[in-house]
């Protein structure tokens, strides 16, 4: 079964930009791409004065671009990048239900997010955060100036590693992306005083010492059967102190890729994102790899 790579567009300059950064993975990775619009066509309903409905014009402008956008997108991306496969199609359907449903059983989706609080055009708030939360397929973000995913001058993949819940998924990701890209891997791990040691632990600098030797014994150990599977790559690890988040955020300013991880969780009012990864979401600007996990 070939390998395919699916990425959502609405015409938006992030999600263009989303849509090269796709088309670059997919060469890199010897992937099919797949370009798909969400949207749902509500046709107008013209009336008479007297109130009289009359049916609609049988061509719809909207409908129309809708119809057009997924296919004008795959032919550019396929011209631009010779060897590339790549398909489309328009599914009507609400994108927070449409786009996880139409990456199941693919290598990534692909969305295009404009950082800093947002994500644009149908990615806007709330239903970006339902993507995300929702979707059992890794999602890459991608803002409208990121790099082309095949551009060979880009810096290191970041991984921000959660040493309670170290999962294969996230970590193998993070290796196979730097990998592919021939570039270091860049492993951060937060730590924090245990709540019972209390407020007065933080100045115990021979106990803040011991805790900091013991997060790098762990980052060792969880690491070194990753190291062994993936040689050729280069791995710097660091253990910082506080919540990985900001660590996170500064890091990506030199990064080809940030990789972080969001647990399978189903809360009361739906998909759960950690506090560490929305705060990587909103304000990293490198593309965002978020990789669901048990």
């Keep these: 079964m070939s390998r395919t790579i699916v990425v959502g567009v609405d015409g938006s300059p992030e999600s263009l930009a989303a849509a090269e950064w796709a088309a670059g993975e997919a060469r890199r990775t010897d992937a099919r791409l797949h370009v798909v619009h969400a949207w749902l066509w509500h046709p107008y309903v013209y009336g008479l004065p007297a109130g009289v409905a009359v049916p609609p014009p049988s061509e719809d402008p909207q409908r129309a671009w809708a119809e057009r956008l997924p296919r ?23 994108p927070v239900t449409a786009l996880p449903a139409a990456a199941e059983g693919a290598e990534l989706l692909v969305l295009g997010s404009r950082g800093l609080g947002g994500v644009a055009g149908f990615l806007t708030g709330s239903v970006a955060q339902a993507v995300v939360a929702r979707s059992r397929t890794p999602i890459v973000l991608v803002r409208a100036d990121a790099r082309p995913a095949d551009d060979t001058t880009g810096g290191e993949v970041v991984l921000g590693l959660d040493l309670e819940h170290p999962d294969a998924a996230v970590i193998g990701f993070a290796f196979r992306a730097a990998a592919h890209r021939v570039t270091d891997l860049h492993v951060l791990h937060g730590w924090s005083l245990p709540p019972y040691y209390g407020y007065s632990g933080a100045f115990d600098t021979g106990l803040n010492a011991d805790l ?9 150990e969880v ?8 040689p050729a790559v280069e791995v710097r690890q660091e253990a910082v102190i506080g919540g990985a988040g900001p660590h996170l955020v500064e890091a990506s300013r030199n990064a ?12 009361a009012v739906g998909g759960h994102v950690g506090p560490v990864t929305q705060a990587v979401l909103h304000h990293s600007t490198a593309p965002v790899a978020v990789i669901p996990h048990d």
Aim: glycine letters at 4%; a positive charge.
């Design 72 to 94: 004008d997108t795959a032919a550019r991306l396929a011209a631009d990048h010779p060897g590339l496969s790549a398909t489309a199609e328009r599914i009507a359907e609400q």
């Design 212 to 220: 900091l030797t013991e997060a790098q014994r762990r980052l060792t």
């Design 223 to 230: 690491l070194t059967p990753w190291r062994e599977k993936f």
């Design 256 to 267: 080809a890729l940030v990789v972080v991880g969001r647990r399978n969780r189903q809360s």
